[in-house]
């Protein structure tokens, strides 16, 4: 496998004629070869409508195809070995260990969605019997089942260049689904990108599916992702990344003549409750812990911990002493691109020069151009309470303590948070009784919550929710992590008195598929 | 139980302030009282405080509670007796008939949410075990549970005063998912809707649960609806009515800070596909079904057959012409409002001036004011193909035949279709090829796809889908009518390693509620 500077239109190798651009290795701070070209809208239409000629067929190859692709996709991706953590090492200044673990994370998020498409609950069929006898009038036969929305528009993310990215859970779940893809290529990790994404045309093309099914197309700045998802064979939208970058396309969907849901995984600062009994009891252990969670990866993970509420005391100060000391013993280490170091260090910047705000502690100085140090913060709930910017992300090692003077000042802390993808509590038994009063506000705000654990770390269960409510994601009821992230590119269709020579095979009388099925109000595996 | 012309704000019954309207009687073209106050921003804001101030205790209550008030909600409803079916008919002019059948159906359908609410599905628990012994990391505990999304605005359509109104599908649907329902009164059945309001009040109170669980806001123009949409309490969106109006709201609710679902149920055309060995078959049959399914409830369905695509010959003139005959021998009948009779009369004058329409027949002709009569047109297939305005709905007993020169123009017509809430196939088994390479068009297009049926007439049950890709609604992924409603108004929520003494009842480990839960990949009821 090569990484030639190409665009993946269908079952072709296109290199793009609008100009061209380098990845960039951001410990070096300095481009990396080949060049790739880059496409334009003719290559963005070109890549969906054959999507859109491929989705038919697509969605109606049989269950076992399509568990198969996703198998392969895996299969691939190994077989790129080491080539692959290379470039991505390079092109995101992530460990290779990190790396190795996220191509192994990636492969069983598809393996996963393998399982799930051959279990076919995704399918939600379900059957209601005739009445012929009713009166006044008889009662027809209805039959539902989920098919796939129709191709999707994936962007992926800097911060996870495998399992975010190319073949990431967006992919895998919208090809589970049965919808073909389309992605853009995230330009920080273009080769990553091609090499993946070869991985992909190879399956679709080894199990003879149509072309159509995958494409990955490559461009500067916001014109051609705006032409993907504004292009009316797109039927949904996976993206992880900014607020703003996510707000823009949620717009761009919102004002097609057919408007397309968009699934944005934006920001989150994932609020840590640290409850008093728990304070007091693991004081030491708890700030090493989020010293330790909020400077993991460089704090480049969507559930970094960037805001920690407590009640003030004796217990809290030792707590911001010994995280503050453990941060400052942590190295800068080269965040994924320059432009992320930069904003990572304007905002905390900004943060510092706050009213009311107090610089605790920093990490490690260092002259790298893409180094990011850690920086703790601190302020009080009145001061929180008034600043709305106070809850802004700010993307990298970056928290905030919260100091609240009693327990109704931290509900009130609680109430007033935006949405999040995390919640986390550190509780003892003494701390059960306030912790049952702040769950209602924390399932409103957040997709998860934790107790006494670190929000980083995404497993990938059929039980995750890696969602929550704006602005955190675009849309509150799903996930882009887990087994119910499938959900996103389904919608139900009803058959009524169809007959059976023409009905699908999930719905036909004998249950051909032995899949589970809703029958007359009763789950059955008939 | 009277009718005083309030809003229902919680437990109160409030006069609006910002003058007054009436509702009014269409057939005999005459005003009714009393007067209604109407209500503004203020009265709104009052309405959605108290549904915020509810929103935590409601979810929490027990799934009985919740079942009960909707249970309690349609003996209410019952016990107003003949006084609702007499007001409902004055400002609607519907059959009484009719409308003892929609409140069977309204009453039928909260029912029915009951009882799912009691089944427990809905909440959709997931348990992921524990992996403490995993290398590199332990796994932790993940359990999953979907919640409310939070209060609902519900804005109830003209067409179906009570199962499409106050206490109709989206209201049912919402409070079955634990979400509180505030409702905006259609100017058109005021009275209804304050009666039915009261006995949702009525509920609500009995049942001991917090007032801000139902409100009942009054007003004229969209200014009242548009604020009710905007404040950042409501969480949803559920409407029936106009392309229009459904528009409207969906900019409302994209434009807010924290943008919000809209499940807006718009504008169907409802194509029946009468393919060649049926025409020949049954061409009278056919024929007159149509007919009656188009002039029913004079055309104010939703899923009115707008369309009918056939390929031409002599069966489809016989078709054509016995359809016109059917139609001229019925009388015109008084239509829900004047400003709806007003619409269809301009809407089928201008179909009629139309470059290559012919209107084919109308009904028997009326003077009265607010009285519409059938009216079909023909047109050719290349002439639909080429005016993307003879897609457009004319609400009321209108149709178009398009007329195909053979099944591949027929096939792309199905391609040229918007989205639509249902699409129908009349077939005998010589046209199940044809068939078949239409259904994955229909099934890209539409909700619900029949057989040998009319699409009037919408069952109440699990796999019904009311729905279907935009313009027919504002979200494909959903249904306004039949037990997946419910979905539309749930979040998931992750939990992480929770002690057993804060986890939510549906995801302890005894299973105290009884429910189908997902553990470790396999469903089952423990």
């Known amino acids: ?91 995101s200044a992530l460990p290779k260990a990190r790396l190795e673990g996220e191509r192994a994370r990636t492969m069983g998020q598809l393996k996963l969605f393998a399982q799930l498409v051959r279990d076919g609950r995704w399918c939600g069929a379900v059957l209601d019997s005739a009445m012929p006898e009713r009166v006044p009038a008889p009662r027809p036969d209805l039959r539902a089942q989920r098919i796939a929305l129709g191709p999707v528009a994936v962007f992926g993310a800097s911060n996870f260049p495998l399992a975010f990215s190319v073949a990431g859970g967006d992919t895998a779940s919208a090809l589970a689904a049965g919808s073909p893809v389309v992605v853009k290529a995230h330009p920080a990790h273009l080769g990553t990108s091609e090499l993946v994404g070869r991985a992909i045309q190879k399956a679709v093309a080894d199990l003879g599916l149509p072309e159509g099914v995958f494409s990955l197309v490559i461009g500067a700045g916001n014109a051609i992702g705006e032409a993907l998802v504004a292009h009316p064979a797109i039927k949904a939208v996976g993206f ?120 605790v502690a920093e990490g490690a100085a260092s002259d790298a151009q893409c180094a990011g140090r850690g920086a703790l913060f601190r302020t009080t709930a009145a001061e929180f309470l008034a600043n709305a910017q106070l809850q802004d992300e700010i993307f990298g090692p970056a928290s905030l303590v919260v100091q609240c003077r009693d327990t109704e000042e931290l509900l009130r802390v609680a109430e007033h948070l935006e949405g999040q993808l995390t919640a986390t509590l550190h509780i003892d038994e003494a701390d059960y009784a306030l912790a049952a009063r702040l769950l209602p506000t924390l399932e409103r705000k957040a997709g998860r919550i934790l107790a006494n654990g670190f929000p980083t770390g995404v497993e990938v269960t059929h039980a995750m929710v890696h969602g929550g409510p704006f602005p955190a994601t675009s849309d509150a009821r799903t996930t882009s992590v887990g087994a119910m992230a499938i959900e996103r590119f389904l919608r139900p269709v009803c058959y009524q008195d169809l007959p059976q020579a023409l009905m699908p095979a999930a719905l036909r009388d004998e249950n051909p598929l032995g899949l589970w099925r809703l029958r007359d109000g009763e789950l059955a595996r008939r």
């Open 1 to 91: 496998m090569r990484i030639a500077g190409e665009m993946l239109l269908g079952a072709s190798s296109v290199r793009g004629m609008q100009g061209s651009m380098r990845a960039f290795d951001p410990a070096r701070n300095a481009e990396i070869e080949p060049s790739f070209g880059m496409g334009g809208v003719a290559d963005v239409a070109r890549a969906c409508d054959l999507a859109a000629a491929a989705a038919d067929a697509y969605r109606a190859a049989p269950i076992e195809t399509r568990a198969r692709l996703l198998e392969a996709i895996a299969e691939n991706i190994a077989a790129l070995g080491e080539m692959l953590i290379e470039r991505a090492h390079a092109e």
């Open 240 to 359: 992880t990344g900014s607020r703003q970058g996510g707000l823009a396309l949620m717009r761009v969907a919102a004002s097609r003549r057919e408007p397309i849901p968009v699934y944005a995984e934006m920001s989150s600062v994932n609020p840590m409750f640290v409850l008093p009994a728990a304070l007091a009891a693991r004081t030491d252990a708890l700030a090493r812990g989020f010293a330790d969670s909020l400077t993991l990866g460089v704090g480049q993970f969507c559930t970094n911990p960037g805001l920690v509420v407590a009640i003030e005391g004796a217990a809290l100060e030792e707590f911001v002493a010994t995280a503050a000391r453990a941060l400052q013993e942590k190295s800068a280490q080269t965040m994924l691109t320059a432009g992320i170091a930069t904003a990572y260090r304007s905002g905390i910047d900004a943060r510092a020069n706050t009213a009311g705000v107090t610089r």
